[in-house]
């Protein structure tokens, strides 16, 4: 059983430290811009990280939650490996939006359509699993 899900976890694992490392970079740019909390607004620089590492969490259920279905009802190592590709396209985002608004652009694009992907590996998934197909396309 586990090594059906062990890319998935993996990747979630890897998605948490990812996170994590948004937050650090939040900490740090507060206290070089002395940006105490609950101040959200302050220099450019601090506002581009609060947002970039915002951005990035209100995303990531989303992406975990369509990770695991992708993952558990059409491919585990597809969702695996598009899980990597939009962990990625994130960190690029972050980091574009770090230097300046406009650099998070294509990494956004990006990542935006790993997530329709995997929305159609979901619902690909789901659908084979509920809707009987017909006995002629899958001969035993």
Avoid: D
Avoid at 41 to 57: D, M, V, Y
Avoid at 58 to 68: A, D, M, N, R
Avoid at 71 to 96: D, E, M, P, T, W
């Amino acid at each position: 059983m586990l090594h059906q899900i062990a890319l998935l976890a993996t990747v979630t694992v890897l998605g948490v430290l990812e996170q994590a490392y948004f937050a650090m970079q939040v900490i740090y740019v507060r206290r070089k811009c002395k940006v105490s909390p609950p101040v959200t607004s302050g220099p450019p620089e601090f506002e581009r990280i609060f947002r970039a590492q915002a951005n990035c969490t209100e995303y990531f259920p989303i992406f975990l939650s369509l990770l695991w279905v992708a993952g558990v009802f059409f491919h585990q190592v597809l969702a695996a490996c598009c899980g990597v590709l939009y962990l990625i396209a994130r960190y690029q985002y972050f980091s574009g939006y770090a230097r300046c608004a406009q650099g998070r652009l294509a990494p956004l694009y990006l990542s935006a359509g790993v997530l329709c992907i995997l929305i159609g590996l979901s619902v690909t998934g789901l659908l084979v699993y509920f809707v009987p197909l017909p006995r002629f396309l899958f001969p035993k």
